[in-house]
């Protein structure tokens, strides 16, 4: 991977919809050398796909809380992971060091949702848990320099 490759990856980010046309001129390269590019970099694995970035407020889903379980049984995390996958509200989960094993970013309508979706994560980790109500998000999804 090189700097064209980086600055092709970049604009992407920025707007998943951006035009190759533009990225050749914001690059100073010809559009099939972008285009070449991105095939390479998608054939890669490199670019896994695009995002479409949603308004959650404006959608009805206006409360995030970012939830940790810990998982005290002997059942594998990620069997665990694959039950809380069913919950269409769960929108991330990861494995993590700490006083706690997983963490998950959960979309809700409501406080009440909020605690029926808590009620329904605790049925497929049943441990101790922590929840936690985002009052505003600052900034969300930066791309860090690579």
Request: proline share 7%; net charge positive.
């Given at each position: 991977m090189d700097d064209l490759d980086r600055k092709i990856i970049f604009c992407l980010v920025g707007?998943?919809?951006?035009?190759y046309s533009r990225i050749a001129e914001e690059s100073d390269?010809?559009?099939?050398?972008?285009?070449?590019?991105?095939?390479?970099?998608?054939?890669k694995g490199i670019i896994t796909g695009t995002r479409v970035s949603v308004d959650w407020?404006?959608?009805?889903?206006?409360?995030?809380?970012?939830v940790s379980v810990e998982t005290p049984t002997s059942e594998p995390m990620a069997d665990i992971a694959e039950g809380l996958?069913?919950?269409?509200?769960?929108?991330?989960?990861?494995?993590?060091?700490?006083e706690f094993d997983l963490l998950m970013t959960v979309r809700a309508r409501s406080s009440a949702h909020l605690g029926e979706l808590?009620?329904?994560i605790?049925?497929?980790?049943?441990?101790?848990?922590?929840?936690?109500?985002?009052?505003?998000?600052?900034?969300d999804?930066?791309?860090?320099p690579f």
């Open positions: 707007d998943g919809r951006m035009p390269v010809a559009v099939t050398t972008v285009h070449q590019r991105v095939k390479r970099l998608i054939d407020e404006k959608v009805g889903l206006p409360v995030t809380a970012v996958r069913s919950i269409p509200y769960v929108q991330n989960c990861y494995a993590v060091t700490g808590l009620d329904e605790r049925s497929h980790a049943p441990g101790r848990s922590r929840t936690l109500v985002v009052l505003a998000t600052y900034f999804a930066r791309v860090p």
